[in-house]
């Protein structure tokens, strides 16, 4: 299954739609684009592998593989973007103003549905951000 995160980037943040390629799942938050630089920046754009992953503090979440200089990027809530993420991404129900959305938790837990579902049936999830 192919992820579609078509984004925008913003001063102080990055806003994007992630979609199939017929449905739209969610928005999405994230940080500007700070030249990929870790915990401040957004990732770059291109294709990654998306898989499950499992810590004490999080559960079960969704890992962003091979991101070029960088480590552990999530999907995970937040609503907040300079305030809650560290280079990580965050679904949203709806992008309010710049840097903030809604419904962050409802969003995720849309996004894993989605992601989980094909793991499980044993495709390859692959994220493709590019430009609005």
Known sequence: MQLFLRRFYLARATHGVLSTTDLVICSCLELPWRNNLPRVSCIPEGKYLLVKRYSARHGWHILVKNVPG???????????????????????????????????RDATNRFKRVVDAALDRGELVELIIEPI
């Open 70 to 104: 960088r480590s552990f990027i999530l999907f995970h809530p937040a609503n907040d973007a300079l305030r809650d993420l560290k280079g990580c991404l965050a679904p949203v129900m709806r992008l309010t103003r710049e840097g903030y959305g809604i419904k962050s």
